[in-house]
């Protein structure tokens, strides 16, 4: 099992950046891929995006191509999730999950562990 905790979320005017952290524990974290997700306030989880565990590969949903972009430092064992040119409807709870498989996923039930969730809320 790994464990994840996330941070770095917060409150942020529309147009402005944030960059979220997953710190990750319990097993080899540069063996896994990685992936974010988000949920809004009476939403489904929704997929962000991922990474491949040597941060060599990364897949986005569209709606925030182009505006985030996922790093991992394999040293620190985190990942992070760089969003930029944020949006109101970017608000959600932000959780970081492991993948323990080498295959980028975007699905929610290919991931194995998740971590508790960040808020993020972009104000208009």
């Known amino acids: 099992q790994v464990q994840l905790v996330e941070s770095g979320g917060g409150l942020v005017q529309a147009g402005g950046s944030l960059r979220l952290s997953c710190a990750a524990s319990g097993r080899t974290f540069s063996s896994y891929s990685m992936g974010w997700f988000r949920q809004a306030p009476g939403k489904e989880r929704e997929f962000v995006g991922a990474?491949?565990?040597?941060?060599?590969?990364?897949t986005y949903a569209d709606s925030v191509k182009g505006r985030f972009a996922i790093s991992r430092d394999n040293t620190k064992n985190t990942v992070y999730l760089q969003m930029n040119s944020l949006k109101p409807e970017d608000t959600a709870v932000y959780y970081c999950a492991v993948r323990l498989n080498y295959v980028l996923g975007v699905r929610f039930k290919d991931y194995d562990d998740w971590g508790q969730g960040t808020r993020v809320t972009v104000s208009s």
């Open positions: 990474i491949s565990w040597s941060g060599g590969s990364t």
